[in-house]
């Protein structure tokens, strides 16, 4: 069947499939889909791995499966990679350090090394750097497929009798010269989990749950109130005319406490900010109308210097390597924050167009109150000149007007499976058998309303609603154990999709789970699974052998699978040779200098100069260094563990293509850079 995704329509029931009717105005377009993915369901697929979106999940899921071997493609449907790794500085940052293990420690390093400070982690670098690191993950991986602007809009799915369950055929995108995308494996790697929605036949959800669904009790609505929140509590939420203010909502709309609801904890930019020096002033936004921030002024006429968050906002901690000093905007819980909820009303369901006008909305209102709070007269002179003193990096995001293109969807589309995360199961028990990887955040649910809330003097006042952050565990600490089986679907359905984003959690869950360098544990988790799809080892995502992609994980990629976070670390950095002097084999042509080029499955790679197809590298799970052309000729091998092939020990296998006598290795300097 062909699933074109619906976007746009009513709030479904609290978990639901969605399959578009096909109309008369859709039918040739729809046929030819169909004719597309029957074809592509009968010829080999063109890929190992499509991951669709490339959030830090997606580009650990691309690099772990290509440093095993896969072949992968990389769709992302925004003209940058990274996700929130690169948009607004958020990287890493949010995560303690000693929960950055595996490929996110290795971006860490990576980000280091590409500022001159090999050894040094970098959680939060600039964001062109760490886009540029993500590129040399990938490029290091052997993934060279990557398409930027290409969203997805169907997918075509097919009933595996051997398997008793649907799986994924094909993936068209918006980029119609890549066709009808096939692949034994897809890894939806997006924040809405729009490939999963696509599917038409994946169980899942958006909005909050109701108390009684999973006996959560920080589940549904809340009621309005002031619980941890800063500023003042007195703002007036009518205009003169008895209306209320932009930015504010109706408390009628608000469902009953504990109850379900469609709503989303609030988006927004993450938008890098400077002083003078490196900076664009705040610019005025396309039809930008003073009278739509009265609820800024109604703030700084209370004299609140947190309004829109404080300025400067958030510092950049880059442990000193850009040596520039940069901030980020971010959050806050107060009623005039640089979060502003409602703003993202209906996004889960929107259409792409609806999607962009929604991001559209939220970029109104943050350059708005911006531009309002440094020019507009009826702002003091001193809060004018305070934010007129910084403003957009002027080095960042130059192509997109200084505005990350990725707006911080901090929650969307979440998949219903067979196990679904909760406040509950989260933390009892922390530490899971399945485990892939380990969490280290509260609870952590932003604003999700800001209502005109009626007082017993017959005003109304703007008051917040939503908004949480208690310890996971009773103890105060927040780690636990994230299996594997949230990121599959329930069994008979989606029998060659993982998804490491959009997982199966609650809504409570979810708040906590949220966090980018976790983001790229179970990414990582989703790549080294997809092995035994694409070799048959296993026939559906719910049947992969979890016990050898723990072991993958954690002895090719240094990932920690079970908390607590401050138990066995990854080891450390490791410094290797710039080259290799292969001397004295029979088969003079694998004779020569061979330079370090990146890794494979963790390791160094060596690439010869003479012949860039002959290269030394290791099959970590055959405990082998090789001398090949990788996949296609076998010259040599030495059986060795560890980080460097062997100076001597080497011999011709069985039918191999070199000849004795075998070669000696002689290394180089070492490499001013440093690898895990």
């Known amino acids: ?301 209370k004299n609140y210097m947190g309004v829109m968050s404080g300025m400067p906002p958030s510092r950049i901690v880059d442990n000193g390597a850009s040596g520039k000093v940069k901030y980020t905007k971010c959050c806050g819980i107060s009623a005039c924050a640089a979060d502003q909820p409602h703003l993202n009303a209906g996004w889960a369901t929107a259409s792409w167009e609806g999607r962009e006008e929604i991001t559209e909305k939220h970029t109104y209102y943050e350059l708005g109150a911006y531009y309002y709070l440094a020019n507009d007269p009826a702002v003091p002179a001193a809060v004018r000149e305070l934010f007129s003193s910084y403003g957009l990096c002027a080095d960042e995001f130059e192509a997109f007007g200084h505005v990350p293109p990725q707006l911080y969807v901090r929650i969307s589309n979440r998949m219903v499976s067979d196990y679904v995360m909760t406040q509950i199961n989260m933390a009892a028990p922390r530490n899971k058998a399945d485990s892939i990887a380990v969490s280290d955040w509260s609870l952590d649910e932003h604003m999700t309303g800001k209502y005109a809330v009626p007082q017993a003097d017959g005003s109304y006042r703007v008051t917040l609603e939503g908004n949480f952050w208690p310890p996971v565990n009773p103890d105060g600490s927040n780690w636990y154990d994230f299996p594997y089986k949230a990121m599959v679907p329930k069994r008979g359905v989606g029998a060659n999709l993982l998804v490491p984003v959009a997982f199966s959690a609650s809504a409570v869950a979810y708040s906590s789970t949220r966090i980018e360098s976790f983001f790229m544990a179970t990414g990582s988790a989703c790549g080294v699974a997809a092995v035994q799809l694409a070799t048959g080892a296993a026939r559906t995502v719910q049947d992969v052998n979890v016990t050898a992609v723990q072991d993958v994980l954690w002895n090719t990629f240094g990932q920690q699978l079970h908390g607590p976070p401050d138990g066995p670390l990854p080891r450390p950095p490791v410094q290797v040779p710039q080259y290799y002097n292969v001397t004295g084999a029979g088969a003079a042509a694998w004779n020569g200098q061979y330079m370090l080029d990146g890794t494979y499955e963790g390791r160094p790679r060596y690439t010869a100069v003479a012949d860039a197809a002959h290269q030394i590298y290791q099959e970590a799970r055959r405990g082998e260094w090789r001398l090949a052309v990788h996949g296609t000729a076998l010259a040599y091998t030495a059986g060795a563990a560890g980080d460097r092939p062997p100076a001597d020990g080497w011999a011709v296998p069985p039918g191999g293509a070199g000849a004795a006598p075998p070669p000696r290795l002689t290394a180089g300097p070492a490499a001013p850079t440093t690898l895990i």
């Open 1 to 301: 069947t062909v699933s074109v995704l619906n976007w746009g329509h009513a709030r479904p029931p609290p978990y639901f499939t969605r399959k578009r009717q096909i109309d008369m105005r859709g039918f040739m377009c729809l046929a030819a889909a169909a004719v597309l993915a029957c074809a592509a369901a009968a010829a080999a697929p063109q890929w190992d791995v499509v991951v669709y979106g490339s959030s830090p999940a997606g580009v650990a899921a691309a690099t772990a499966a290509g440093r095993l071997g896969l072949k992968v493609a990389v769709y992302e449907p925004l003209p940058m990679i990274g996700g929130m790794g690169v948009a607004g500085f958020l990287a890493l940052h949010d995560g303690k350090m000693n929960a950055v293990t595996g490929l996110a420690y290795n971006f860490t390093l990576l980000n280091g090394a590409a500022y001159g400070k090999p050894g040094t982690p970098v959680q939060q670098p600039e964001s062109f750097v760490g886009n540029a690191t993500f590129y040399k993950m990938l490029g290091d991986a052997g993934v060279a497929h990557v398409k930027l602007g290409c969203r997805v809009v169907a997918a075509a799915t097919a009933h595996d009798e051997a398997a008793g369950a649907s799986k994924i055929v094909s993936m068209t995108t918006s980029c119609a010269e890549e066709g009808a995308v096939t692949a034994a494996v897809f890894i939806d790697a997006s924040y809405d989990g729009d490939l999963m929605v696509a599917a038409g036949d994946i169980p899942y959800t958006a909005g909050r749950e109701s108390i009684a669904q999973y006996n959560e009790p920080l589940a549904g609505a809340r009621v309005p109130g002031w619980s941890g929140v800063s500023g003042p509590q007195d703002i007036d939420a009518l205009d003169a005319s008895g209306a209320i203010i932009k930015y504010v909502q109706n408390v009628s709309t608000l469902a009953a406490p504990g109850e379900a609801d469609d709503a989303l904890m609030a988006f927004e930019h993450r938008m890098c900010v400077a002083g003078k020096g490196n900076m664009v002033p705040w610019p005025k936004p396309r039809g930008y109308n003073r009278e739509d921030f009265a609820l800024i002024q109604r703030c700084v006429d």
